[in-house]
């Protein structure tokens, strides 16, 4: 089911259905990637830094990290091409994370799957032990 929305790009009204922006700003995508590509396809600009393409294709710069992001241009290809890491802003070439803010996530989890162990280790020891108390009644 389609929903009215506005453009995030253009804060004009549309149908929201598969696209998350109107469809002016979808083609100006399109048009924007399309420089940006002709751009790098250039033997002499293969090799280009981000500000150089900026400059040489005069489309913004977090319009062309997405097209990396997105794997619309491969960073195989075009060596100096990078996009942010989601945890740090680090400048990475794949995934979604830098080295560095991957290992961290996974010393963590690594850490509570010992932790979750070494509970459930304390846990097996107390099921054979029962605890029974009296009550003592006055008799009155």
Do not use: W
Request: glycine share 8%; with cysteine.
């Amino acid at each position: 089911m389609t929903d009215l929305a506005n453009c995030p790009r253009c804060h004009g009204l549309f149908m929201k259905g598969t696209a998350s922006v109107c469809p002016n700003c979808v083609k100006q995508e399109e048009r924007d990637f399309q420089v940006v590509y002709t751009f790098l396809r250039k033997k002499q600009n293969r090799t280009a830094n981000m500000q150089e393409i900026v400059e040489g294709a005069g489309v913004e710069e977090v319009r062309i990290r997405s097209f990396v992001k997105s794997k619309r241009l491969h960073p195989a290809q075009f060596p100096q091409l990078t996009y942010d890491c989601e945890k740090c802003g680090a400048q990475i070439r794949e995934g979604r994370l830098c080295e560095g803010c991957r290992q961290e996530i996974e010393r963590g989890v690594q850490k509570h799957e010992e932790i979750e162990q070494l509970q459930e280790r304390n846990r097996q020891d107390d099921v054979g032990r029962v605890t029974y108390y009296s009550v003592k009644q006055d008799k009155g």
